[in-house]
């Protein structure tokens, strides 16, 4: 008996020690998975091009960034499921909310068909999928939706379904917008930094340097968005993973910028045929700076005609009311 009990303690330790490592085995490999999840955060965050910015449309582009790396990993269930192309247009088990139509439908090209289209040039590409922005677009129409009629259900069955549309819809357009602000703050971007790469370029050309070494004095000595894309540029030519003329159309591509995209094709054509580089950098960074000025002048003729709506709907009622008030009161009591 005593020779029983003694099988049953050692069967009992070896499985108490084997549980032991199954459990850490198990920890060590999740932890392991949440460090890979991070370190794909964070390059999916630098990839992003760093023009996301705070405020609403910086939130928004973040909340798609991390559906779409849940999407990927298989960490969360998707409420939009895509309506296969050339079938009846059912949905699929499960799904809450419609998905966008089929490639080609007009439906998609307000989702994912528009944003593969402005994704790159808002430096999304590599960050949002157009499944995490299509997710993105239905749970933020949903959220809304849910708080604009709980929000108006408390006064009224007409404001509920007022304020639900209301929801529904800003949710459902607020990717969309933030997509664009992003895209337009990389072409500021582009703007502000242009003339000062060209510069730099142009001055390590004057010195003797070549050109690959040139444009890398700017992206090694300026901590800026468009500097750290142009060393990643620079990067994967030297690397052989592309061809430089290759990268720098990629480079122009990444942007909305007419502006950069003529200059990179004076550098491409210069390149390939030999031509002078440095007078022609030095001359497209005076165009850049002064097209920048230009822009900003004209932002600040414009402040004046902008300021004009609020002061109308804000500022004027009070001074009416301030100036009139005394005088509707006294007709007040004289009538």
Not at 10 to 27: I, R, Y
Not at 59 to 65: F, L
């Amino acid at each position: 008996m005593s020779g029983a009990e003694g099988l049953a303690a050692l069967a009992c330790a070896f499985a108490g020690v084997s549980g032991a490592c199954l459990v850490q085995g198990a920890l060590r490999r999740r932890r392991a998975a949440d460090r890979r999840r991070a370190a794909l955060g964070k390059a999916d965050a630098e990839a992003a091009g760093g023009a996301v910015s705070g405020g609403c449309a910086g939130a928004v582009v973040r909340y798609a960034a991390d559906l779409s790396r849940r999407l990927a990993f298989g960490a969360v269930r998707p409420l939009a499921v895509p309506v296969q192309p050339g079938g009846n247009g059912r949905q699929a088990a499960g799904s809450a909310v419609p998905a966008a139509g089929g490639a080609g439908t007009p439906a998609d090209a307000c989702g994912a068909g528009w944003f593969a289209a402005h994704a790159r040039k808002a430096g999304l590409a590599d960050g949002v999928s157009p499944e995490g922005f299509r997710e993105c677009r239905v749970r933020l129409a949903l959220g809304l939706a849910a708080v604009g009629g709980l929000a108006g259900a408390a006064l009224s069955n007409e404001l509920m379904a007022l304020l639900g549309a209301v929801g529904l819809a800003s949710g459902a357009l607020a990717p969309r917008w933030a997509v664009r602000d992003t895209e337009r703050r990389r072409a500021q971007e582009v703007e502000r930094h242009l003339s000062e790469m060209l510069e730099v370029t142009a001055l390590g050309l004057r010195s003797g340097l070549s050109f690959d070494r040139s444009f890398e004095l700017y992206g090694a000595h300026f901590d800026t968005q468009f500097a750290k894309a142009c060393a990643s540029a620079r990067r994967r030519w030297s690397l052989g993973l592309t061809t430089r003329d290759e990268a720098l159309r990629d480079l122009a591509a990444t942007y909305d910028s007419e502006q950069l995209a003529r200059v990179v094709e004076s550098m491409v054509r210069s390149l390939r045929f030999g031509s002078s580089l440095a007078g022609s950098l030095e001359a497209a960074a005076a165009e850049a700076r002064a097209e920048h000025c230009a822009r900003l002048e004209e932002r600040v003729a414009k402040a004046p005609v902008k300021m004009m709506m609020p002061t109308g709907a804000l500022i004027l009622p009070a001074m009416l009311l301030l100036v009139l008030g005394p005088v509707l009161l006294e007709l007040a009591n004289g009538v």
